[in-house]
């Protein structure tokens, strides 16, 4: 099974470099991407802090966001048509504690439905706009609050958009999810979910999405790898049993190496992860993501190489391309 | 506006990493600096640690310095002249707690002053020896001694050297100059300097260095993008009170990306602060750095393409080089 | 004197990016390095975690290891017979608290012997297997428990192979080998090993050694640079002293940047490490490692320049290559 789906970030921030390219330099990325089998390319985000994907007048007028000089959303959106992809247009996610009590679904629905009109309104007769991605990364069950907001944010999106397909990339938390000073080493293991919590939960959130988000994709990282077959099947399972599409979101970064964060995974890990999440029955594979981590193009020199490790494993001469 | 000055800095260490270039290499870069309008260049150091950027004959006995392989000073002032370019030259900044009693300014000028006085013999017949850079960097009037050693440092550089201009480019203590263990993130916000504060504390030190520093290009980096124009606006003020050009030192790296620090700028972030700074009124833009981080010779891939934006904004076309 | 031998390692973790290289770039690797005269490759281990070099059946059933895709060990082998170099195995080595009571070196030898016997058996008759290296890193003499490990692992590698040589590569407690949130700062310099302390405890070892080890390559990264010659006379003059050989394995990546760690060393600080082990009367220079450190072909751009100063240091015209 290929990886047919990448999520794309060019917003400058978090741990991830950003390629500062336009569409000259995605137009070539597209077209390598199609090239190895991508039809689906996912917007991570419309905005990181003030910084945004397009010119949006809500987040200019709401946030004092700063006016961009690119139109992103446009451009990814004409790329998709250009080489017959599908693409996933994110909602916003401003940051907030999803577990402090001053945190109100029906408040945050308020906020982000003019800002999904926007979209739909300027975008929507994009013949390549196949989806709506929620970009809330929830893990545990304490987030139900967030399920709230999804269940307001999901319907509404498919309606405005005649039913375009919801997606969804939540984390798994294992223990590579919790590195950070909070957590010391020692209480990582302890805080990690079970298989079993990690199943109740789970059921119980899909139960209470169905209807709202239809595609699941797991992020495959935070888990050991131990772990990931068991967990991967449980997530399967569960999609199956409340009707939803199971995507597995197949990191191509290595979690494992926190100085300097986060360079291409090393080939055996990839490859171990795509054969287990085959096993596991998954749908769809997407990844996290191709530029930069898994493109010959991208700012990572090793990554050319993980690149032609993967072309070799899908049976595909990448001197051809 | 164009960035028309650029550090430059040879030496291994702290968070920037080095090229190893020696005059071949070096003789590129400046002809592509020179051809996308740079026409002064700064030596950030002449010693990190005992490493040194020329055999300095006084560091050497006194600071038990390693004796150099290669003469970086002699190079950049050879390229300087060639591509017509004027050359900083720093003085020497040992490190010290400039808030601790030990430090007694009258004692560390005399420790300074003979190695201006090999400098100036050594290489003060260049032609391209334009001026003094002063590489001690403060941001608060708490370093006060510091001032008391500008008063006596660089009057003297001026006279040695028939008035050759004095440098200096000071931080603005925003929160993000304040990111080390010894803060944790609650109380940055806290202890950044206030609008009114830097006005009070910089009017007072631009006043106590009138005659002795010539220019000052307060770095950009360390304050929040929203108050970054009222801070540089504050400083072209207070520069024109005082009778000194008003630089801006637009640093080409992300001061928001931890880990790995730092990556080139996203090019929206770098446009941000290049129009903040003219509409605020500065004399003339300098960058810390164009190698590595805006250059395409560089060693960060991604840097190509913030160079490709760059060329763009000023309206040069940059495949034509 | 020249680098003429160094380590490889093909696993992907701790801090040291992983190339994803098969046998088409590495052979490419192995005749640059041939061309600049390294005639000893050193694999650093034999697995990292469950991530394996070869297919361990003993590391499979035992250890729950992953069955890799790739013997890279057959391929190293079979590249060191083509470009005529010599290539040393290393031992597995389990991560164990060294110090607790709880290792005990009988144990542990009765767990190695199976993979070293495995290791004989497979690939003992590859005209380039030309040694062992004893993959554990110890700094002290409080390590004695690994000395009485290698008492029993060293002559059983060397009888089971017909007396080929035993190589380890220890380090020197040094400050910047006590970087980590364990140690401040503060107390580094405190902790570090003094000459006597050094010269004493590796007297002991080494004599506790003879016959066990026949090569010492002391890590010159771990201690001052003002100290480093005469840590390294004090080696060259216990190996001479318990007749062994002596080898600098001088570190190409830089110790003194954390962050990001580690990248390509500063030449003059290669230079330095270089004319110091020449000086001390080292019998061999090893490196850790030409790829990505200082070979042209790695993940780090600026290694290229290193490499090239590096074959200007010894007299080759690196373009001619």
């Not at 982000?112 to 929507?124: F, M, T």
């Not at 319907?155 to 039913?163: A, E, H, L, T, V």
């Not at 990931?228 to 399972?237: A, D, P, R, Y």
């Not at 090393?266 to 596991?280: T, V």
Request: glycine share 8%; with cysteine; net charge negative.
């Amino acid at each position: 099974m290929k990886i047919t789906g990448t999520f794309v970030q060019p917003l400058c921030g978090g741990d991830i470099p950003v390629m500062n390219w336009r569409e000259e330099e995605w137009d070539k990325e597209f077209f390598l991407m199609k090239t190895i089998g991508i039809d689906t390319v996912i917007l991570l985000r419309q905005a990181l802090g003030k910084w945004l994907a397009y010119k949006s007048d809500t987040l200019i007028r709401v946030e004092k966001a700063y006016e961009p000089s690119y139109d992103y959303m446009e451009m990814f959106l004409n790329l998709c048509r250009k080489h017959e992809m599908t693409f996933f247009v994110p909602t916003y996610t401003p940051v907030h504690d999803w577990l402090s009590a001053s945190y109100v679904p029906e408040k945050e629905f308020e906020f982000l439905k003019p800002l999904v009109d926007e979209i739909w309104e300027r975008y929507g007769g994009h013949k390549a706009f196949g989806g709506w991605y929620m970009a809330q990364e929830i893990s545990r069950k304490e987030a139900f609050r967030v399920i709230e907001l999804l269940q307001r944010i999901g319907p509404y999106c498919k309606q405005i958009s005649g039913g375009l397909p919801v997606l969804m990339s939540p984390g798994m938390q294992g223990p590579k999810g919790l590195i950070s000073t909070l957590y010391p080493p020692a209480c990582r293991k302890k805080m990690a979910v079970t298989f079993d919590e990690h199943r109740e939960e789970w059921d119980w959130m899909l139960g209470e999405l169905k209807g709202c988000v239809d595609i699941i994709a797991f992020q495959d990282g935070h888990v050991e790898f131990d772990d990931l077959e068991t967990f991967q099947k449980i997530n399967v399972e569960l999609c199956r049993k409340h009707g939803m599409e199971c995507w597995s979101n197949i990191e191509s970064f290595d979690r494992d190496i926190q100085n300097p964060k986060f360079p291409p995974i090393g080939w055996e890990k990839l490859r171990f992860k795509l054969l287990s999440a085959e096993r596991a029955g998954h749908d769809k594979f997407i990844t996290y993501e191709f530029t930069p981590f898994l493109s010959p193009n991208g700012c990572y020199p090793s990554a050319q190489y993980l690149y032609k490790r993967y072309c070799e494993h899908i049976g595909m001469d990448n001197r051809k391309n």
